[in-house]
């Protein structure tokens, strides 16, 4: 039996836009009001998508969520027609009508922590939804994230859909952006590392004082028990509460892992010792690297801008590493010559490859926070719906699904655009085909 990890990545959505919503996150606050371009979103994390799967890897889509969410909208009192409940919010509450317009669930590494079957005791690979409550635009995808999930991977013999966590502060979760997973190979059990930003029981631990830890150990801890983890392959990190306050609103700006690699930044987290002693005693005997990245090297500054740890590392057929890196890394002195040097040091990672998701980056979002990590084995591969691997067909067929239907200029203002919706419902109705997802939007209910 095949082992291997699939990157299942989110499809941008049409009403991908600037709103600033997100408070820590600094690409988004400084591109607050820009203007957006859905089409070439969309486009570049195709073309990326498509690149790994011509790389060899396997290589999944998951689909967008619908926005805007007339839904929420109405929960929360606009009433009348379509029309009317947007003109309504955008004149009374266009904060709120903003955070139901977000395509922000293209960033798949929030969907949701998963464990693979290697490392559950009942051998099954499980799915929780993050509940994403620290944002209110975020905290409306965890219920549609779970229909994707469950239409995507549908098959329950071999993998588990979770309910979301409660919706308190307390369990406070985003999902694998604050996971990592290594292990010596895909099929083995690994060390899943959980990586949170506060304590909600225990006040007296550190905690940011500028920007919110969206991750609490309560929330790390409960995920650890519904997918059946054992104290020998969980560790639990805090996260250095002054680079949360620096724009690391996410451990996965900050560090990331694959198999026996673990790449972070010397101030990435608390008793950093002490805690790689933890993952190496789990983690057993064989080779183990830490690339730790110091200070005089990258400033988290630079980390942030250029997001150097929101690349993705990955194992390529032949064995060796590559790192997949934006853009923005090259247009860093200081990232673009690490990277340089990072392939020279006798790890596993042998090659870097750019890709322009600056339409994502100007968000907050990488090419890490784009994709969803699934570590699985042929037989559950062959489970998965087969609608939505990337391949020659499906590429072809999305290109010509977004240019079909997406602008390719969008503007806050245009959101209360009835237009928009219509747009966007047709959009992503004919997308269910596409994927055979079956109806997973409230629209089609
Ligand atoms: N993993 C990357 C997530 C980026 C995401 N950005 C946003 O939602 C910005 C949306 C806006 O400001 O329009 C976030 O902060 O959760």
């Known amino acids: 039996m095949k082992h291997f990890e699939a990157n299942f990545d989110g499809l941008v959505g049409p009403t991908h836009n600037y709103a600033g919503l997100s408070f820590g996150n600094v690409a988004s606050l400084n591109n607050a009001a820009a203007i957006s371009n859905p089409r070439a979103a969309a486009k570049q994390g195709l073309k990326k998508a498509k690149a790994l799967a011509d790389m060899g890897m396997v290589q999944g889509m998951l689909a967008p969520q619908e926005r805007p969410d007339l839904h929420t909208l109405r929960r929360i009192g606009f009433s009348g027609t379509d029309a009317e409940v947007l003109n309504k919010a955008a004149k009374q509450a266009p904060a709120l009508l903003r955070a139901c317009c977000s395509a922000s669930s293209m960033w798949t590494a929030n969907a949701a922590t998963v464990s693979p079957s290697a490392d559950t005791h009942d051998g099954k690979l499980h799915f929780t939804p993050a509940n994403l409550v620290d944002k209110l635009h975020r905290s409306i995808e965890p219920e549609t994230t779970g229909n994707i999930l469950a239409a995507t991977f549908n098959n329950s013999r071999h993998f588990t859909h979770h309910q979301h966590l409660p919706e308190h502060n307390s369990f406070g979760d985003e999902g694998a952006a604050n996971h990592t997973r290594l292990c010596k190979n895909y099929g083995n059990a690994g060390v899943e590392l959980f990586v949170y930003g506060q304590e909600a029981t225990n006040p007296a631990a550190p905690k940011p004082s500028k920007f919110p830890a969206r991750q609490t150990l309560e929330a790390s801890q409960a995920i650890a028990r519904l997918h059946q983890l054992d104290d020998d392959n969980t560790v639990f990190i805090s996260q250095n509460p002054n680079v949360i306050d620096q724009g690391v609103f996410h451990n996965d700006v900050i560090a990331v892992g694959n198999q026996n690699v673990l790449f972070y930044h010397e101030q990435a987290f608390l008793d950093t010792q002490s805690k790689l002693d933890e993952i190496k005693r789990k983690f057993g005997d064989s080779e183990l690297h830490f690339i730790e990245v110091p200070t005089s090297k990258v400033a988290i500054q630079d980390a942030v801008k250029s997001y150097l740890f929101n690349t993705q590392i990955i194992t390529l057929p032949s064995g060796e590493m590559a790192i997949i890196a934006p853009t923005n890394c090259q247009e860093n002195e200081a990232v673009h010559a690490y990277l340089n040097e990072v392939v020279t040091l006798g790890s596993p990672i042998k090659q870097v490859n750019y890709f322009d998701v600056k339409q994502s980056m100007q968000n907050g979002g990488g090419p ?56 966007s419902r047709t959009a992503l109705d004919e997308l269910t085909q596409i994927m055979k997802l079956g109806s997973v939007y409230q629209f089609q209910k």
């Open 368 to 423: 890490a926070c784009l994709r969803l990590r699934v570590a699985m084995n042929d037989m559950e591969l062959a489970a998965v719906n087969q609608h939505t691997l990337m391949n020659d067909a499906l590429f072809t067929r999305l290109n010509a699904w977004v240019d079909k239907h997406y602008r390719d200029h969008l503007s806050v203002d245009d959101l209360a655009d009835p237009q928009v919706l219509i747009e």
